[in-house]
């Protein structure tokens, strides 16, 4: 332990001519210096001033006594440009007394070794940087020479850390962390750097007048990633990040959050040279934002969250981060980005929008204002799609780029210092590494798991902790896919852009399965994703199913006239043609309402004209889709429950359970309304059996007791599903008669046949009609199935490959999670169940 009076060096007033020394070999290269004391002899300096005057001073002294004069000029309170220069000056002189201490024992001796004067060192850094951070209320405006001398002396201050303390940061680390005011300059460190962003800012937001000088905003940029790159370099370390996380005052004042806001709305650039640095800048402030958020024993996000405000601050700030997301994937608003493709920038703002797309503060906050972004994404052609998400190019991305800052050649190129080993260059002296960092692996691949770990953090639903966001991000895509079909081109905008939605998603899905095997993504979030696509198209068929029901409703609802040639009409039909399809599908919605009514009257009528077989048999139908309060989800669901339970409307527990159950599915439905219907459907079993006469599934009983189409067209013995010899091929008349009897609908059970009529499996309807990526199926004559027992080998190529689908029964397993084929509907077979 020292006494007391080994810090009096300290704090005594130093009798030299400490001013004349400054301002004499501040200009001074570092081999002057060297000479100067070599020359001397272990004795005094003799040197002329300006004027020609003599002074004289011991080099020792004046390294003891620098940082506390330094110290003493800070206590003045002066915010004018000379006293800027001044302050630059003698931090300069400082760093040039280290650079010549290992040539000089004594010099080595008295700044490396004696702990008084480090605690002096850290003293004058503290102090500096809490004298900067203050700066921005002061100028105003300030000049040209006022920032410049500002920014530099900031970055050669800190860089004091690295010329007095230790080249190694785990060391610098260590020694800011046990001194007594580590909160103070953790709190001022960030506000300190974000003054100069500010300015930066103000030179920048000039960039399209006469005024602006490109070199000198150049020079300043990188005295600002200086600065930026020493607090990022501060953060790689596990315990200052910590700290600077628990900071309270720092939390409260919003220190961070403003800074990556500030530095994030540095616009773009018309010089690339320019745009280039300030990428860098953008690209180290997420990354020190990553760190943070990467601190294991408190939440960053959390503490941020904490308050109002604070809440606030963070929305915003993040904000930031996805417009730079909307330029870089979509254009933003002018339509280009003049950022680096293959950047880290790119990387390190998807991993701070992944990590709080998994944050329940931030989550519903991410889906209000990036599921837009997203959804753009995927409306792009697939083609292009393919290329910029689906890559396997093994490029690896461009890393960040390393400053090796030469504090005194970057100081004395500021203050107008000309030596030997300087130029009088425009721009300021860097060594910069030879080239970026490669990080190791691709960026495709990097890039292609972050969108995916995003859409699944965003399909993710905790019930504990998020009840009101369960199918949030679901329904918001659906709905800008909406929005966004007035963006497409006219053949797209029609229900085109959701199929190229789902076709790209579809990719993206098979293309994810194949990054789990190099683990860049767990499987984990590829099941969230292939829920998200699942639950997608779901939405789209429903839609594609709705619009197409109510055309065909529409175009029969048109009264017929007949013409010279014998041959009808639809009245109207030529103005329809001229008609917008989506006019058009607006009008069929009222037309709906009144076709029914219509019906309604012709059936009281004794009258009537006998209408066609096939107008009754559609008729039927209507009917039957009116009084149906089920949709085919829920039939299904409690037709496989009736399997397993076939007595269960004895059981009030159970009927209120299903009720529940089936009410999350359409439709509310109610404990009373499902024993109604299972009380009815049993009767109507009763009845096909004692006429030996099977009950379809999928075409089920309506909740206020409708008959089934079967109960009218099916007089055919039938078989129980799990029978299948009960269905030969050579039936055909019977197959025949079934197929045209019965419509085939989503979730009927089906017995799928080849070309020679040989049975190949079991599956349901999934989709019956409308458009199934980008493949209309009533066009086609296709169905979409579910293939629930196959007889062939999985790896069967299928009769019906798409791109969705892939080849065979495999590749669709693998992008479904389930077999999801194309099949021709000719070649389906519906299956009765009768349940005992």
């Known amino acids: 332990m020292k006494s007391a009076r080994e810090d009096e060096p300290c704090k005594k007033k130093p009798a030299i001519d400490l001013v004349s020394a400054v301002e004499q070999f501040h200009k001074l290269s570092c081999s002057d210096l060297s000479q100067l004391m070599r020359d001397s002899e272990n004795g005094p300096i003799r040197y002329a001033k300006s004027n020609g005057s003599l002074f004289e001073i011991y080099m020792e ?23 800027l220069k001044y302050l630059l000056s003698g931090v ?44 921005k209320q002061k100028l105003n405006p300030p000049s040209n020479n006022e920032v410049l001398y500002h920014s530099t002396l900031l970055a050669s201050t800190l860089y004091l850390f690295k010329a007095c303390i230790s080249s190694q940061w785990h060391d610098i680390t260590r020694v800011i962390l046990v001194h007594p005011k580590v909160d103070v300059f953790t709190g001022v460190a960030f506000p300190s750097v974000g003054v100069v962003i500010n300015f930066l800012q103000v030179k920048l937001s ?62 773009q650039c018309k010089d690339s040279h320019l745009m280039v640095l300030v990428s860098r800048l953008k690209s180290k402030i997420l990354s020190i934002m990553l760190q943070l958020c990467e601190v294991e024993s408190i939440s960053f996000l959390d503490l941020a969250a904490s308050t109002t405000e604070g809440l606030d601050l963070a929305k915003s700030t993040i904000s930031e981060v996805l417009e730079l997301l909307n330029i870089m994937f979509c254009g933003g608003v002018n339509g280009v980005s003049a950022y680096n ?76 210092v000309r030596s030997m080993h300087t130029s009088h260059a425009s721009k ?85 399965g194949s990054l789990t095997i190099s683990r860049y993504l767990n499987k984990d979030d590829v099941k969230l994703l292939r829920l998200f696509v699942m639950q997608l198209e779901e939405l789209i068929s429903r839609q594609e199913s709705n619009i197409h029901q109510v055309k065909e409703v529409h175009n029969r609802s048109i009264p017929q006239r007949s013409t010279p040639d014998g041959c009808k009409r639809n009245e109207g039909s030529g103005a ?25 009257l012709k059936n009281r009528r004794n009258d009537v004209e006998e209408v066609p077989e096939e107008e009754t048999f559609r008729s039927l139908q209507l009917k039957k889709r009116k009084r149906n309060i089920m949709n085919d989800v829920q039939i299904s669901m409690i037709e496989n ?63 206020s007791g409708g008959g089934s189409v079967a109960d009218h067209v099916s007089d055919s013995p039938g078989s129980p599903a799990d029978e299948p010899s009960s ?23 089906v017995v799928l046949f080849d070309g020679k009529g040989e049975e190949i499996g079991k599956g349901i309807i999934h989709l019956a009609k409308g458009i199934w990526f980008e493949t209309n199926l009533q066009k086609s004559g296709l169905c979409v199935v579910d293939v629930t027992y196959l007889k062939v080998d999985e790896n069967t190529h299928l009769p019906h490959p798409c791109d969705a689908t892939g080849n065979s029964y495999a590749e669709a397993q693998m992008t479904f999670g389930r077999k999801r084929i194309l099949w021709d509907s000719s070649k389906l077979l519906f299956i009765h169940h009768l349940h005992n």
């Open 92 to 135: 300069r002189l400082f760093h040039g007394l280290h650079d010549i201490a290992y040539s000089h024992s004594k010099l080595r001796q008295l700044l490396f070794e004696d702990s008084s004067s480090s605690e002096c060192v850290l003293d004058l850094i503290f102090f500096i940087t809490v004298f900067l951070s203050n700066f």
């Open 641 to 703: 429950a009736l399997r397993d339970d076939p007595n269960m409307q004895r059981r009030a527990a159970s009927v209120q359970l299903w009720a529940d159950k089936l009410s999350l599915h359409g439709s509310e439905i109610t404990s009373s309304q499902l024993k109604n219907w299972l009380n009815n459907r049993k009767a109507k079993v009763a009845r096909a059996a004692a006429k030996n006469t099977p009950v379809g599934v999928g075409v089920g009983v309506g909740l």
């Open 61 to 83: 002294s004046l390294a003891r006594n620098l940082p506390v004069h330094l110290i003493s000029k800070l206590l003045l309170f002066k915010r004018d440009e000379q006293h």
């Open 341 to 416: 493709p293959r950047g880290i920038l790119q990387l390190n703002a998807m991993r701070l929008v992944e990590i709080v797309s998994d944050d329940s503060n931030f989550r519903s906050y991410i889906v209000s204002n990036f599921t837009e972004v997203l959804t753009r994404v995927f409306l792009v052609p697939h083609g292009e799609f393919l290329s910029s998400w689906c890559s396997s190019d093994s490029k690896a991305a461009e890393g960040d780029i390393t400053l090796n800052y030469d504090s005194y050649s970057a100081s004395g190129q500021v203050l107008g």
């Open 206 to 267: 000039a960039q399209h007048t006469d005024t602006y000088n490109a070199d000198e905003v150049y020079s300043f940029c990188l005295h600002c990633e200086a600065s930026l790159q020493f607090i990022h370099s501060l953060c790689q370390q596990k315990l200052f990040r910590e700290c600077v996380v628990k900071n309270k005052d720092l939390r409260k004042e919003g220190g961070v959050l403003w800074l990556v806001q500030d530095v994030m709305k540095l616009p």
């Open 428 to 512: 300021p002296i860097f060594i910069t590494n030879s080239r970026a960092s490669q990080t190791s692996y691709p960026f495709a691949h990097q890039k292609t798991s972050l969108l995916v770990k995003i859409v699944a953090n965003l399909t993710c639903f905790v019930p504990d902790l998020c009840k009101e966001e369960k199918d949030l991000f679901l329904n918001k895509f659906f709905q800008c896919l909406q929005k966004e079909r007035s963006n497409l081109p006219d053949g797209v905008a029609h229900g085109g852009g959701a199929k190229r939605a789902a076709a790209n998603l579809s990719s993206l899905l098979i293309h994810a």
């Open 576 to 600: 329809l043609r001229g008609v917008d399809e989506s006019e058009r599908d607006a009008t069929n919605i009222e037309t709906i309402g009144s076709y029914l009514s219509n019906m309604q």
């Open 727 to 749: 269905y030969e091929p050579d039936h055909t008349q019977q197959k025949d008669v079934l197929r045209s009897c019965f419509r085939l609908q989503n979730g009927q059970h």
